[in-house]
């Protein structure tokens, strides 16, 4: 069985959000909610660096450790999933969780929240594969289509990969063997006037 | 020819130790003079700390990429608190028991009297019961709330629990702030009653006159017991109150650390507060005979109050113009 894992590669992220997007429209996520999200460190400044990131699908979920009702759970491909007929919206799970991934359609006084919402890894939820029931509360399963998730294949720069860790890992350390620890990029340290090896740029 | 065929092999060994080491040297100088620390590395450390960053989408804590708090809230969570909470009240009923079968029920010394002073008003009463019967839900509710998956999910099944979870979360959530309203008023009803005094300190000596020997102390209206336990309620209940808001109304941008250290600060209070309203409990009702009635009807029997507040009694004495002695059991007398 393959381990799915998320890949963003920083060196590659442009932050043009069209992850973002493509989760958006594929699923149907309700307004406010985005399963994924595009963070920009040192925004404007050199060594700017942007990264895509979403439930990142941990082996030993923090998410589901907490949840109260227990209502995660793991396929053999190693996606979290979970129940929203199960959820009581406490909000534990994001308290937990390391990459802000859970999220809800409200925060409301009382603690009224509704059911929690996050990435999928495009694997749908419990209940019948592709139905629409399943579609309405976890959107579209792809995996059981066989196709991986939609971000990584929209990606346009292919910073995001998504798939079996195995290949994910074997791209990546294609790409950094031939990378070096400078940017790929030519003629940027000429034009810009960046010495290497001082260490501003990293 | 000999000697330098045979010499041959050392020279090579001469010469082979003399490029090792130098190469070593070499090696040892790169690794010296280096750089010891990654840039890159330590960019990604600076992220492992949870600095804010920008995003586009900064709703509902985006802008932090990673926050380690997490993590320690599970530990503490569900290694500390839901660990031990359940052996903490299961103690302190053993304790209970045991003190119930060793010291036994608190008795009258004397027949009753039949006369009746009046120890809590209406309102007081009122407020007491209201407070101690949201008091209940939220306990009930709460701890089924951190134990339940441990407890119930084993014996009920995912869905059973998640209904009867979900319903525990409203009610918990909605009555939290009428409990604290319960609490604000007996702080404020009852603070002037429960300032320490010096014979609070003697009669935290015997418990009363309840363990140990001596003479039972002499006592005003509000025992040091109960001061101790009305001070709980005001410091344990101020605590959950703060914390339990903050936890229920999570609309004024409360980060995620806020909401963890709350729910930690939250769980471990309201376990303490649990432990020890039992012991409240006990007291009010098994631990001593004629004291249940003092809240439920609002008066006590005359021989119980001089038993156990004897000077709050001589000062109702005084104040209805009778003498002790004289008290005639036909009169009721008036707060
Ligand atoms: S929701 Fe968060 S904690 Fe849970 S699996 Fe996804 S990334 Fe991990
Ligand atoms: S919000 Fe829902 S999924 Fe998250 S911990 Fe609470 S019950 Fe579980």
């Known amino acids: 069985m393959a381990r799915m894992k998320f890949l963003c590669d920083a060196e590659r992220c442009i932050e043009c959000n069209g992850c973002v997007t493509a989760c958006n429209n594929e699923h149907d996520v309700p307004w406010g909610i985005n399963r994924r999200h595009v963070v920009t460190i040192k925004d404007g400044q050199s060594g700017e660096k942007s990264i895509s990131v979403a439930c990142m699908h941990c082996p030993d979920a923090p998410c589901a450790a907490v949840c109260p009702v227990d209502c995660f759970y793991t396929t053999p491909d190693g996606i979290v999933l979970h129940d929203k007929d199960l959820c009581i919206g406490c909000g534990y799970c994001v308290y937990a969780c390391p990459f802000g991934a859970p999220q809800f359609p409200e925060e409301s006084p009382f603690a009224v929240r509704g059911k929690m919402d996050k990435c999928t890894f495009c694997a749908g939820g419990p209940g019948l594969d592709n139905s629409v029931e399943e579609y309405k509360k976890y959107g579209r399963n792809r995996i059981a289509e066989g196709k991986l998730p939609l971000c990584a294949e929209m990606c346009a720069t292919k910073a995001l990969l998504a798939g079996d860790g195995n290949i994910v890992s074997e791209i990546y350390i294609q790409r950094i063997t031939k990378r070096g620890s400078r940017p790929e990029t030519w003629g940027w340290e000429t034009a810009y006037n960046f010495k290497s090896g001082k260490g501003k740029n990293p | ?335």
């Open chain 2, 1 to 335: 020819m000999t000697t330098t065929n045979r010499l041959l092999p050392v020279r090579r060994l001469a010469i082979i130790a003399v490029l090792i080491s130098l190469l070593g040297g070499v090696m040892y100088y790169q690794v010296v003079s280096s750089d010891p620390s990654n840039p890159r590395a330590n960019f990604w450390r600076v992220i492992r700390a949870g600095i804010p960053a920008y995003t586009s989408t900064p709703a509902q804590g985006h802008t932090i990429l990673i926050q380690n708090g997490g993590e320690n809230w599970r530990e503490i969570r569900n290694g500390i608190i839901t660990r031990i909470s359940p052996w903490i009240i299961i103690l302190a009923l053993i304790g209970m028991a045991v003190f119930y079968l060793i010291v036994g029920q608190e008795k009258l010394e004397k027949p009753r009297s039949g006369v009746k002073i009046i120890r809590f008003t209406r309102d007081e009463r009122i407020i007491h019961w209201y407070t101690a019967g949201l008091f209940i839900i939220m306990a009930i509710t709460g701890l089924s709330l951190l134990l339940g998956r441990f407890l119930l999910i084993p014996l009920l099944g995912h869905t059973l629990v998640s209904g009867y979870l979900g319903a525990s979360k409203i009610l918990h959530n909605y009555c939290g702030p009428l409990l604290l309203i319960g609490i604000v008023s007996e702080i404020v009803l009852w603070l002037p009653f429960n300032i320490p005094r010096k014979i609070d300190f003697d009669w935290l000596k015997n418990m009363g006159g309840m363990i140990g020997s001596g003479p039972r102390p002499h006592i005003g209206k509000i025992n040091a017991g109960e001061k101790g336990w009305s001070w709980l309620i005001f410091l344990f209940g101020g605590t959950v109150g703060i914390t339990g808001i903050l936890l229920d109304f999570p609309i004024w941008d409360q980060t995620r650390y806020i909401m963890q250290v709350s729910h930690v600060i939250h769980a471990t209070v309201a376990v303490l507060f649990v432990t020890v309203s039992l012991g409240h409990i006990y007291m009010g009702t098994l631990g001593m005979e004629g004291v249940f009635e003092a809240m439920w009807t609002g008066s006590v029997d005359a021989v119980w109050a001089q038993q156990n507040h004897d000077l709050w009694y001589e000062e109702k004495m005084r104040e209805t113009g009778e003498t002790p002695a004289t008290a005639s059991p036909q009169n009721e007398q008036r707060a």
